[in-house]
């Protein structure tokens, strides 16, 4: 249990990274609408989810047979 702790733990600080990049990023280039910069911070969940979904991701990836 303690060590799914730390896998989910891990991947939400991946997607808070990606999000608050990709946020980050259009902030600092002008964009500053609310509904744009929400947009983005939901658009950046798909690489850390293609990241968990991948079976050979060791660090926490969906467990292959």
Known sequence: MLNMNAQLK???LSY???AVSCVGALYLSGITE???LANAFIAALVAPLMKALQPSEK???VKGK
């Open 10 to 12: 891990a991947a939400g």
């Open 16 to 18: 808070l990274r990606a």
């Open 34 to 36: 609310p509904k744009v």
């Open 59 to 61: 660090q926490y990836g």
